[in-house]
């Protein structure tokens, strides 16, 4: 991993952020080349799964949204990584990475997570470890002048939450119906305890998002007479009134195997 990030450095594509002031921790920079290589690739995103299909829109929504959203989906209480801390020279890990490099499996428990017996700080080798505790990845800020609970807000975690929002909106003011699809492409922000692996799990990110709906089988079922089910033979070269969920899930996850190729 190293040398892939030195070569990245070398060559322009990636630089370590704000590395003049020592860097900062899960954020990445991308250089003269980096950046027409991540156009390119958000272009051709966009051109086959917006552009190019008769069925799908786009949506480019805000990255602070009202905080009832991430209460409605969940986020807010349990978009959260498992915590533990070292007492004896206070090394912080993500519970389950700590887990997986001792060979170990993190134990769910009723309240969330306990760490299994001959758990130990990989950094110094103590046993006096904390309990895992739930540590939210939304990075918070406050909207207007009064940094208040009423005034807290966060840098979206995922861009797939307005697509939902905005559903209906874009189902009135487009000439599409279910089933259809909105696609959303934009930063993110997630608060990583641990960020690593270079650009695979950084705090600040770019996200292509494809929501697609579709009718539940039952309702398939009521208007075309049949569900067709998935079978090794399934044509799923274009997509056919009855097909049932199973179907369209394979048929999308072709279609993006296609495009990665
Ligand atoms: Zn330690």
Redesign the pocket.
Known sequence: MDAIVALCKRRGFIYPSSELYGGINGFWDYGPLGCELKRNVRESWWRTMVRCREDVEGLDATIIMHPAIWKASGHAEGFADPMVD??????RFRADQLCEELGLVLVRTEKGFALPEGA???????K??TEPRAFNLMFKTFVGPVEDEHAVAYLRPETAQAIFAQFKNILDTSRQSVPFGVAQMGKSFRNEINPRNFTFRSREFEQMELEYFIRPDEAVELIYGTVEALTPGTDLAAPRDNWGWEVWHKYWVEQRKAWYR
Do not use: Q
């Not at 070292?86 to 090394?91: E, F, L, Y």
């Not at 130990?120 to 103590?126: I, N, P, Y």
């Open positions: 070292c007492k004896a020279c206070r090394h130990a700080c990989t950094h110094c080798g103590s006096e470890l």
